[in-house]
């Protein structure tokens, strides 16, 4: 009796389980699945590069206008962005960070580099961010 209860329990959680899989389909879980479903859709993630790239230009713009550094058209701006790209904006905009940090390193204590080819001797800021960020 136990036993025939037991085996009716489990193929209904088998049952139960394949069901709920069809209802969810091929639904993404984690930041790490996100992330790679961008990564592996080419034309999403050079659109959000590009995207990225255009806020960096704007807020070194503003940097030099004298534009408040935290207005909220550029606030809303990085929401956009956050909002398309998602968790994986971070990754990217700390990937270019790190890109930034180590170029500047390079750069004062004389390593060359090659983006140094690309920008030339004097470097300014929107000429680093245009050859780093490709998009």
């Known amino acids: 009796m136990f036993e025939f209860l037991f085996i009716a329990a489990l193929v209904?959680?088998?049952?139960?389980?394949?069901?709920?899989?069809?209802?969810?389909?091929?639904?993404?879980?984690?930041?790490?699945?996100?992330?790679?479903?961008?990564?592996?859709?080419?034309?999403?993630?050079?659109g959000i590069a590009f995207e990225?790239?255009?806020?960096?230009?704007?807020?070194?713009?503003?940097d030099k206008s004298g534009v408040e550094k935290f207005s909220d058209a550029r606030i809303l701006q990085a929401e956009r962005i956050l909002d398309r790209a998602g968790p994986s904006a971070m990754y990217w905009m700390t990937d270019i960070a790190t890109q930034l940090a180590f170029l500047a390193a390079a750069k004062i204590n004389g390593t060359p580099t090659n983006i140094d080819e690309i920008?030339?001797?004097?470097?300014?800021?929107?000429?680093?961010?245009?050859?780093v960020v490709k998009g």
């Open 12 to 46: 209904y959680l088998y049952l139960e389980r394949r069901a709920r899989k069809k209802r969810e389909g091929k639904r993404l879980r984690g930041l790490d699945a996100e992330l790679k479903a961008i990564v592996e859709n080419d034309g999403d993630k050079t």
């Open 52 to 62: 990225i790239k255009q806020y960096l230009l704007a807020i070194i713009e503003d």
């Open 119 to 131: 920008i030339g001797e004097n470097p300014t800021p929107e000429a680093i961010v245009k050859a």
